[in-house]
């Protein structure tokens, strides 16, 4: 379990993006695998699709970035 929390966290905190990030990554590879599959020619999605794909990937991360980004544009008490 330990060895889980270093690899999903940065400075010895957990990451839930990261962790979501992960999920996705398998999500979206077993999509492209399926695809692939069931495809006729068993080619690669178009690239819009892969690039869709990639922004469902990296959205949690994407979503914890921005909101640290605009937190610290707030005032400081």
Not at 34 to 40: D, I, V
Not at 44 to 63: Q, W
Request: net charge positive; aromatic share 12%; with cysteine.
């Amino acid at each position: 379990m330990n060895f889980l929390r270093e690899v999903f966290s940065d400075g010895g905190q957990g990451s839930a993006s990261r962790i979501l990030m992960a999920y996705h990554a398998i999500i979206g590879s077993a999509w492209v695998c399926y695809f692939m599959y069931k495809s006729p020619t068993h080619a690669l999605p178009d690239a819009v699709t892969l690039a869709g794909i990639t922004a469902f990937v990296t959205a949690p991360y994407a979503v914890n970035a921005l909101k640290g980004a605009v937190t610290s544009f707030a005032p400081k008490p």
